[in-house]
């Protein structure tokens, strides 16, 4: 079992749907991460969490919205999106409070939006 | 400005080469860390080493090895004998003690190793 876990792999949906991406966490850390990635564009942070709090959430819109219930398990709820959007969105994880940290990504969640 | 630049884009080798990716970083800060990551086609970020601002000393791994120069703000990567399998887009990130949930990545350098 890989230590970030992404669910579903692939999704393909609508402009007017309404679904989720899920992101797990079994490396104890305390900060999740939503990157995305689009085509030969650098990585994008989304939004960060720490000790399930949103500290950082870079001007994304508000079609994407971020869900932290508890300190192992990340949402990214997903509605009216746009075709630009397809992309694909990688969760990660770190242990905040030490110096050093290092960040462990999830096999990312590839999203086409038709 | 950029913190981290990876100014080859893409780089083709034949089986059995060594390859060396080129990573620049810019920062203020005295502590820091560089990171860099493997990203297959499947499109997960793999984790492969972190170094900090203090320990310049190189790292082997295997067929893998890093060399950091802070004289030069560089963090480079090499791969000797290269093979298929390492054919994937590679990232260098770095973070700083201003704030370690910033990570900065680069615009990354796809290799491909052709048999």
């Known amino acids: 079992e890989t230590g970030v876990t992404q669910t579903p792999r692939h999704l393909v949906m609508g402009m007017t749907n309404k679904k989720s991406l899920k992101c797990e966490q079994h490396?104890?850390?305390?900060?999740m991460y939503w990157y995305k990635q689009s085509a030969k564009k650098p990585l994008e942070l989304m939004f960060v969490y720490s000790l399930e709090e949103r500290v950082e959430n870079n001007s994304v819109p508000s079609r994407f919205s971020p869900e932290c219930p508890n300190s192992s398990h990340l949402f990214l709820h997903l509605h009216t999106l746009q075709p630009e959007d397809s992309a694909l969105y990688l969760c990660a994880s770190s242990q905040e409070g030490y110096s050093g940290n290092t960040i462990y990504f999830g096999e990312g969640s590839w999203l086409t939006v038709v | 400005a950029q913190k981290v630049t990876q100014a080859q884009t893409e780089i083709s080798v034949v089986e059995k080469e060594d390859v060396t990716l080129d990573c620049v970083y810019e920062?203020?800060?005295?502590?820091?860390?560089l990171f860099w990551y493997k990203q297959p086609p499947s499109g997960e970020l793999v984790f492969l080493i972190r170094?900090?601002?203090?320990?310049?000393q190189n790292e082997i791994s295997g067929r893998y090895s890093w060399n950091f120069q802070k004289s030069t703000s560089s963090f480079n990567f090499t791969i000797t004998a290269s093979q298929v399998v390492d054919s994937a887009v590679y990232f260098c990130?770095?973070?700083?003690?201003?704030?370690?949930?910033?990570?900065?990545f680069g615009s990354g350098t796809k290799l491909n190793v052709k048999p």
């Open positions: 920062t203020r800060d005295t502590t820091y860390y």
């Open positions: 170094r900090n601002s203090f320990d310049e």
């Open positions: 990130a770095l973070s700083e003690a201003v704030n370690f949930n910033k990570f900065y």
């Open positions: 490396l104890g850390h305390n900060a």
